[in-house]
């Protein structure tokens, strides 16, 4: 099945190790925030940030407010394509047809501009054999430091313990990122969204000018946040691969301590055949928790409805960890339906 191919190709390994229970980090796909038409598979990406000649003023203007330097939102604005051409390159949704972006004028600052002419849309992807543009229509970024309470710290010198007054300071970096996704095909836009995001940076010192040279410049603090950005597009629009944290019984029984070698190796069958006899036990405790380990490995195997089925049956016996987890699969089954529906070929 297709989910199974996209869906449920996992990766384990042993993450930490509790009173009674252990864990394993699992890769899993995730869906999209939204799902677009997939006959869009090949698209070009566009650069759109900097200002025609009748916006420049504009952009100055702005530029003066925010105490931004010019160049630092239109180097920003080639790191969020970055972190985009990053995302998308590892995903299997889409095929980017172009290596550099293509520059367009916008408005250089905040504001969207008026959408791109179909007939150039069509003449640029036409030359790409393209089925989509996907746009960097604004990009703006807004710094501000902010100086904090001096604190009393205990240092050595010479041997000699003394106080020595500290300044903290914060550099607080905003970024927000606006595409547009135009479909040639159709002559539409089919996805209009802002990307808002802040960071903040930490330093100190001895005294506040050195706190705040401590801190790092703002060019390098824009292309981190600008590439988070592209990033966040990209997981917007396609599929990706996160790690998850999944927890199993792996003592208090003997049994479990034996299984939990086997998982160790990623030997999970052999850890099923203990773990599935004690799902008969009288002891319900026992029986609750081997339900619930076999709910895990039937999840790691590609089998949600079985893994499913197990952690009711952990429920029944009182298992409390099992209500959680039955939510979680549930979800996931919900994301495999959204999966298939983006991934379909």
């Not at 629009?237 to 998982?263: G, M, T």
């Not at 773990?275 to 928790?289: C, E, F, I, Q």
């Amino acid at each position: 099945m297709l989910y199974t191919r996209y869906f449920f190709y996992i990766v384990v390994c042993v993450l930490f190790v509790s009173c009674s229970t252990s864990s394993v980090v699992v890769d899993i796909q995730r869906p999209a925030d939204i799902t677009i038409n997939n006959v869009i598979r090949n698209i070009v990406v566009v650069n759109r940030v900097s200002p025609t000649r009748k916006n420049l003023a504009n952009n100055i203007v702005e530029g003066f407010l925010s105490g931004e330097s010019l160049g630092v939102d239109r180097k920003g604005a080639k790191y969020c394509i970055q972190g985009l051409y990053n995302m998308i390159e590892n995903s299997e949704r889409f095929n980017i047809k172009n290596i550099e972006p293509i520059e367009l004028k916008g408005t250089g600052t905040s504001s969207f501009p008026i959408p791109l002419d179909w007939n150039e849309i069509t003449s640029i992807c036409g030359s790409y054999n393209a089925d989509a543009l996907i746009v960097l229509e604004t990009f703006d970024s807004n710094s501000e430091i902010i100086m904090g309470p001096p604190t009393m710290k205990n240092k050595k010198i010479k041997g000699v313990k003394v106080k020595q007054k500290i300044f903290p300071s914060t550099l607080i970096v905003e970024v927000e990122a606006g595409w547009r996704i135009y479909d040639v095909a159709k002559k539409l836009i089919i996805d209009e969204n802002k990307f808002r995001d802040i960071k903040r940076f930490s330093a100190s010192g001895n005294t506040p000018k050195e706190a705040k040279l401590n801190l790092p410049s703002k060019f390098t603090t824009v292309k981190e946040s600008g590439k988070f950005a592209g990033y966040q597009y990209g997981l917007r629009i396609s599929p990706s691969w996160i790690n998850v944290r999944r927890s199993y019984y792996s003592h208090k029984y003997n049994e479990f301590k034996k299984a939990k070698h086997y998982v160790a190796n990623n030997d999970w069958d052999s850890a099923v055949d203990i773990w599935k006899p004690l799902t008969y036990s009288d002891d319900t405790k026992l029986a609750g928790r081997a339900c619930f380990n076999m709910a895990l490995a039937s999840e790691i195997s590609g089998k949600l409805d079985v893994a499913i089925e197990w952690v009711k049956k952990s429920q029944k016996f009182g298992e409390k960890k099992a209500f959680s987890y039955l939510r979680t699969l549930e979800k996931r089954k919900i994301d495999a339906i959204k999966l298939e529906q983006q991934l379909n070929n």
